[in-house]
Structure formats: C-alpha cells, structure tokens
C-alpha cells in the first residue's frame, strides 16, 4: 500500500485519517495503525469504500492500495 499517496487523496477530498475511519466504519486506532505500518492491510470491502468515499478513479485506487 502506499501511504503517502492515500493520504494526499484524502487532502485533497477534504479527509483526516479520523474522517476517513468514521466514514468506511472502522475504529480511528485500526485506522491509523493500517495507514503508519501498512499492515494489516486494508481489506477488500474498505479500500473500496475508501475509494468511493474519496471519489478515486479505479487507476488511483489500484496504485494506493496494490502496489
């Protein structure tokens, strides 16, 4: 996953990381720890919920959380 750039689109879509967390369902300290270590990672059903909550095209989403 990378990071850095899930945290420019949620900049840019007007998200904090406690936000994010509140919006897909997720507790704001899972939340946090998947973003800082990158494990565990995002599953399946929160990064596409991360990804329309943030309005991200499907090439974004896949290089945040594919690579």
Not at 5 to 33: N, V, W
Not at 34 to 56: C, H, Q, R, S
């Amino acid at each position: 996953m990378q990071g850095k750039k899930l945290i420019a689109a949620m900049a840019s879509a007007g998200h904090t990381p406690g936000s994010l967390a509140e919006a897909i369902g997720i507790d704001q300290s899972t939340f946090y720890r998947k973003l800082a270590e990158g494990k565990p990672y995002f599953t399946i059903d929160e990064a596409t919920k991360i990804k329309n909550v943030l309005a991200m095209d499907d090439d974004t989403a896949c290089q945040i959380f594919l690579k």
